[in-house]
């Protein structure tokens, strides 16, 4: 059976970080994957996450099954969450997920269960896992742009394409932090889209994965609310996985709003049966995590002001990494970074020159240009932009080509050396 699979595609990102693992230069850059990185180059356990688990340790009794739906009462604290304290909790259900892919994958599910031909539009370019787990679960995928010619949101051609989207079709929308962008709709902007969302009837489907690293946690999820007050239905994948700093915890969850229990009721029971033909039950400790720390005064002041600090330090590094280009005669280059938010940004440079910066200066991006501002150690920072500049050719590259590994190490082992 096995000799007659044909040769899989590998994944980009991970491949790349399979190459970085096996590069021997000291000073090599991994800007690839998605993770908050502090000065020293660690993913950090956040101080709130830690105080919850040693409280969860003490008083744990139990690893009894949760059930389909997850932890009750994570489920009920993030949609307090993302809706807010006045949203229509009344009218949405949440389901917990395997992290926001997870919950992606529900929602995709839910979509061709209730309309087997709609077709589920994304921005281009898209978080590179939208399409694939879209496709997986057998939707028709069509894109829309998202930046102008200056690298802005491209307002009138995104609302002009959106005309063509039928009623019930679907809109996946990132609520903050555009992964791979960083160039995100005003407010104006929003209000535009949500007009057009009720007008029309098309859905917004909004991947929350970044809030609390744009313009600080209300700010980002006021866009999501917006949206939650103007339409009848809407969906909203959540994941726990960067603002809480629980990446291998994997939590997350899927939101449903509708215009009556009922429906809203049949569609937490669908995602419940997606649950589980897919994983049964998602798995308890990362939300038992989060609920200690949103259901604890203390823990929740303690936790905001952790991920505003984590803000800052990103915003920092893009201001330093914008000045830095500007000084070497990147000043178009960095106007345009200057303007995106979140943890990634877009460079400006094509996938050959992406090649040439992991070679001549080792420094790993993805081959569209998005790199993780979030990862970067600020005195890194003149290094970085020295590499840009160079294969823009606005500086002197290195006299000689460093020599990549032989061998591209891949497996576990590569992973921990990342």
């Not at 229509?88 to 839910?110: F, K």
């Not at 939208?130 to 939707?139: D, F, N, Y």
């Not at 535009?192 to 744009?214: I, K, N, T």
Request: overall charge negative; charged content about 20%; glycine content about 8%.
């Amino acid at each position: 059976m096995l000799e007659l699979l044909p040769t899989p595609p590998t994944d980009p990102l991970w491949d790349l970080t399979y190459e970085f693992g096996s590069d021997e230069r000291p000073e090599r850059l991994n800007l690839v994957l998605g993770v908050y990185r502090d000065q020293t180059g660690t993913t950090p356990v956040m101080t709130a996450v830690r105080e919850a688990e040693i409280r969860l340790a003490e008083r744990s009794d139990s690893k009894e099954y949760r059930g389909l739906s997850g932890n009750a009462v994570f489920n009920r604290s993030l949609l307090e969450l993302v809706l807010g304290p006045a949203g229509p909790t009344d009218r949405a259900a949440a389901v917990q997920t395997v992290a926001g892919s997870g919950a992606l994958r529900l929602l995709a599910d839910l979509i061709c269960r209730t309309r087997p031909g709609a077709t589920v539009w994304i921005s281009d370019p898209a978080y590179v896992n939208h399409r694939p787990i879209l496709e997986a679960a057998g939707l028709r995928v069509r894109p829309y742009g998202w930046r102008d010619a200056e690298g802005g949101f491209d307002t009138a051609g995104v609302l002009r394409e959106l005309q063509e989207a039928e009623r019930d079709d679907v809109v996946l929308l990132q609520g903050c932090c555009h992964n791979p962008t960083g160039v995100d709709p005003l407010l104006d902007d929003w209000e535009a889209l949500a007009e057009s969302a009720a007008r029309r009837g098309w859905v917004p489907f909004v991947d929350l994965a970044y809030h609390g690293l744009g313009d600080g946690l209300e700010a980002d999820l006021l866009p999501t609310r917006m949206l939650a007050a103007r339409v009848p239905e809407m969906l909203i994948a959540v994941s726990c996985s960067k603002n809480f700093g629980l990446y291998s915890d994997r939590v997350g969850c899927a939101i449903v709003l509708g215009a009556s229990t009922q429906a809203v009721r049949h569609a937490e029971t669908a995602l419940q049966n997606a649950a589980r033909t897919l994983y049964s039950m998602p798995p308890e400790h990362g939300a038992a995590v989060v609920t200690t720390i949103l259901e604890d005064d203390g823990l929740r002041a303690a936790w905001r002001a952790e991920l505003e600090v984590m803000r800052g330090r990103i915003m920092d590094n893009r201001a330093d990494l914008v000045a830095h280009l500007s000084a070497l005669g990147c000043a178009d280059q960095a106007r345009s970074l200057a303007r995106q938010k979140g943890m990634f940004s877009m460079l400006p440079l094509s996938a050959q020159q992406m090649l040439r910066l992991r070679r001549q200066y080792a420094v790993y991006g993805t081959t569209s240009g998005r790199i993780n501002i979030a990862g970067i150690p600020a005195h890194r920072i003149p290094c970085l932009a020295r590499g840009i500049a160079g294969v823009l050719g606005t500086a002197e590259a290195p006299r000689t080509l460093p020599t990549l590994p032989r061998q591209q190490q891949s497996g576990p082992a590569a992973i921990v050396q990342a």
